[in-house]
């Protein structure tokens, strides 16, 4: 069975200072993988994916994340955090096979003035 | 494009009351998912349809839960009789096919409606 585990529920950073949100999957074969920001009273938007190909990807609003098989992490990054990067941001996977996207319990990003 | 809409934004209802949540996805897209989300469980996929067929409705939580997709451009969510454990966001969301499934594999993901916040007092 493929599940998602997203470590640290809040997170808090300093505006400026660099965002590491964790998150760590299992799946038997190679999944697809891909991060969300949800927006207090709205619903999730696509902030990037990885399918195959670079395992480096860039994604929107200068987050970029990448996939290492070996650890079987997909660790999403920003080099400086933005007051408006406040938000939920939820790790997910799904497989080729199955369809299903499987969420991550989510991290909810603080970012100090 | 609008993007996935969702009717309504917000619902108040009491207990024991019918309530239908609607959708309509993205054009072109051929995949539709019901989500629901509460702080205790997260967030669950309730059934997914594939060309307006149910493909898995594993995750949908009792009987008095049920699901349609009548035609490409809409679908419906119905809780009857509604309870209040059933108070949650219920989101769409649609997506073409994932790579390795069709030509527009690489623009695959999913796209989700702003939900419906269902209240049931």
């Known amino acids: 069975a493929q599940s998602v585990t997203q470590l640290g529920s809040h997170v808090s950073v300093s505006e400026g200072a660099l965002v590491l949100l964790r998150c760590n999957y299992s799946?038997?074969?190679?999944?697809?993988l891909f991060w969300y920001v949800q927006y207090p009273n709205q619903g999730l938007q696509l902030l990037l994916k990885y399918t195959t190909g670079a395992t480096l990807v860039k994604g929107i609003n200068g987050f970029e994340a990448e996939f290492k098989k070996s650890e079987t992490s997909f660790h999403l990054t920003k080099p400086s955090a933005h007051m408006s990067d406040a938000a939920e941001y939820f790790c997910?996977?799904?497989?080729?096979?199955?369809?299903?996207?499987?969420f991550g319990s989510g991290t909810r990003l603080l970012v100090r003035p | 494009d609008a993007g996935v809409i969702q009717s309504p934004r917000h619902e108040v209802t009491e207990m024991g009351q019918e309530v239908t949540l609607r959708c309509k996805p993205i054009s072109g897209h051929d995949y539709l998912f019901w989500y629901r989300q509460t702080m205790m469980r997260g967030l669950e996929l309730l059934i997914y349809?594939?060309?307006?067929?149910?493909?898995?409705d594993s995750g949908m939580p009792e009987d008095r839960f049920s699901a349609k997709m009548p035609n490409a451009s809409f679908s419906t969510l119905k809780i009857q009789p509604s309870e209040p454990r059933d108070s949650a966001v219920y989101f769409c969301?649609?997506?073409?096919?994932?790579?390795?499934?069709?030509?527009?594999?690489?623009?695959?993901?999913?796209?989700f409606g702003s939900g419906t916040r269902l209240t049931v007092v």
């Open positions: 997910a996977v799904t497989l080729d096979s199955s369809y299903k996207l499987i």
């Open positions: 349809f594939n060309n307006n067929v149910p493909i898995d």
């Open positions: 799946s038997s074969v190679p999944p697809y």
């Open positions: 969301a649609s997506s073409l096919p994932p790579p390795g499934q069709g030509a527009m594999g690489p623009s695959y993901g999913y796209t």
